[in-house]
T-cell receptor, first 112, second 112 residues
Framework: EDQVTQSPEALRLQEGESSSLNCSYTVSGLRGLFWYRQDPGKGPEFLFTLYSAGEEKEKERLKATLTKKESFLHITAPKPEDSATYLCAVRGTAQGAQKLVFGQGTRLTINP | DAGVTQSPTHLIKTRGQHVTLRCSPI?????VSWYQQVLGQGPQFIFQYYEKEERGRGNFPDRFSARQFPNYSSELNVNALLLGDSALYLC???????????FGDGTRLSIL
């Protein structure tokens, strides 16, 4: 069964203090690893898709990387508006459906 | 362009009742998926529909059912509501099977 574990559960940073969020996964045939951002009371907002080990994607202060067992979301010089819950999800080949298996998320707080 | 729209935004029901939640995908998107998100957890896959056919079902009881209409909008039905069905129900749409899913802001369902 596909599984995703995110760490840490919660992270508090000062504005400008760079850090990384971890997503460890087990999946039978990776068809994509997805990062989403979720603000309170809102649905997840798509950030990145990674398909193969070694792939990297960047958007503003965020950079996502992928290995065969985990993905990292690096946040450089964060600002208070980067505060949100970051969700990682995988899609495997085991099911024919477009099923995403999510981790429990990392709640990120950036203090000014 | 309008994103995924869901209605209603909030709903309060009592145990034993049934509920219908509605979703309109992004224009041109033919795939719709439903997820349940309990507070503090990542979303859990319930159903996926593509071109009006069910493509996948998660580990949810038969009290949960869904359908997709010719205009690609979708309904999620839940019968015999239990207290444990209280959650945020999210709808996501995508253009094709391996494309990223884009989420609506969900329906917050509370069971009393």
């Amino acid at each position: 069964e596909d599984q995703v574990t995110q760490s840490p559960e919660a992270l508090r940073l000062q504005e400008g203090e760079s850090s990384s969020l971890n997503c460890s996964y087990t999946v039978s045939g990776l068809r994509g690893l997805f990062w989403y951002r979720q603000d309170p009371g809102k649905g997840p907002e798509f950030l990145f898709t990674l398909y193969s080990a070694g792939e990297e994607k960047e958007k503003e202060r965020l950079k996502a990387t992928l290995t065969k067992k985990e993905s990292f979301l690096h946040i450089t010089a964060p600002k208070p508006e980067d505060s949100a819950t970051y969700l990682c999800a995988v899609r495997g080949t085991a099911q024919g459906a477009q099923k995403l298996v999510f981790g429990q998320g990392t709640r990120l707080t950036i203090n000014p | 362009d309008a994103g995924v729209t869901q209605s209603p935004t909030h709903l309060i029901k009592t145990r034993g009742q049934h509920v219908t939640l509605r979703c309109s995908p992004i224009s041109g998107h033919k795939s719709v998926s439903w997820y349940q998100q309990v507070l503090g957890q990542g979303p859990q896959f319930i159903f996926q529909y593509y071109e009006k056919e069910e493509r996948g079902r998660g580990n949810f009881p038969d009290r949960f059912s869904a359908r997709q209409f010719p205009n690609y909008s979708s309904e999620l039905n839940v019968n015999a509501l239990l207290l444990g069905d209280s959650a945020l129900y999210l709808c996501a749409s995508s253009l094709q099977d391996n494309q990223p899913q884009h989420f609506g802001d969900g329906t917050r369902l509370s069971i009393l």
